[in-house]
């Protein structure tokens, strides 16, 4: 798709509009800050038209910016956590390889195999990874019949090996509190 053909009818510069879907993205920050921000800098912007633009063009930046990411190794660590979205608790499920770049994540309404099946199949799709050799989860009960499944219909290779020990995931549970910690401050889990 054609530049022109994205930002066309908008009000704003393409510019201004990545600059604030970008900044929504990456930083702990409100659709009202970003308002305060870009009347600071002298242009009168809408919390509202920001959030539309994050709409509209997030899901573009992530499938655009995707197959430039870094390839992952063959060591994944699978963990989940329950967030608080708009007042209903949710499972997130994320997976990390071993030097910490996430992998994929998602989220989920239960923590049993049949939700655990789907994050891996979701996770296994993404064109830009490598195939994992092992998959490091914790002790949840739930990963292994879904392990065992996807083997079953090819998914998974064979040879992938499923350990499940809680400390080798130490990585991933570190960093489960810098997403509680931004759940706190804001309602929204970041798409990136």
Same mark, same amino acid.
């Given at each position: $798709? @054609?530049?022109? %053909?994205?930002?066309? !009818?908008?009000?704003?510069?393409?510019?201004?509009? =990545?600059?604030? +879907?970008?900044w929504y993205l990456r930083y702990a920050l409100s659709y009202? %800050?970003?308002?305060? *921000? *870009?009347?600071?800098?002298g242009l009168s912007v809408d919390h509202t038209t920001i959030?539309? !633009?994050?709409? &509209?063009?997030?899901?573009? =930046?992530?499938?655009?910016?995707?197959?430039?990411?870094?390839?992952?190794?063959d060591s994944y660590r699978v963990d989940e956590t329950y +967030?608080?979205?708009?007042?209903? !608790? /949710?499972?997130?499920?994320?997976?990390? @390889?071993?030097?910490?770049?996430?992998? @994929?994540? $998602? =989220?989920?309404?239960?923590?049993?195999?049949? &939700? #655990?099946?789907?994050?891996?199949? /979701? $996770?296994?799709?993404?064109?830009?990874?490598?195939?994992?050799?092992?998959?490091?989860? %914790? /002790?949840?009960? &739930?990963?292994?019949? #879904? +392990?065992?499944?996807?083997?079953?219909?090819?998914?998974?290779?064979?040879?992938?090996?499923?350990?499940?020990?809680?400390?080798?995931?130490?990585?991933?549970?570190?960093?489960?509190?810098?997403? /509680?910690?931004?759940?706190?401050?804001?309602?929204?889990?970041?798409?990136?």
């Amino acid at each position: $798709m @054609d530049e022109t %053909d994205l930002f066309k !009818w908008r009000h704003y510069e393409s510019e201004i509009i =990545l600059l604030c +879907v970008r900044w929504y993205l990456r930083y702990a920050l409100s659709y009202r %800050d970003l308002e305060e *921000m *870009m009347i600071e800098r002298g242009l009168s912007v809408d919390h509202t038209t920001i959030y539309r !633009w994050v709409q &509209a063009y997030a899901p573009e =930046l992530e499938k655009r910016i995707r197959p430039h990411l870094s390839l992952t190794n063959d060591s994944y660590r699978v963990d989940e956590t329950y +967030v608080k979205i708009k007042g209903a !608790w /949710k499972y997130l499920y994320r997976a990390v @390889d071993s030097t910490g770049q996430t992998i @994929d994540f $998602m =989220l989920g309404a239960k923590r049993d195999a049949r &939700a #655990a099946k789907r994050f891996f199949c /979701k $996770m296994l799709k993404t064109p830009s990874y490598s195939s994992p050799r092992v998959i490091n989860v %914790d /002790k949840n009960p &739930a990963y292994p019949p #879904a +392990v065992e499944q996807l083997k079953e219909e090819g998914t998974i290779p064979n040879r992938t090996q499923l350990r499940q020990c809680k400390y080798l995931n130490n990585l991933i549970e570190q960093d489960h509190r810098f997403i /509680k910690r931004t759940r706190q401050r804001r309602t929204r889990v970041l798409q990136f």
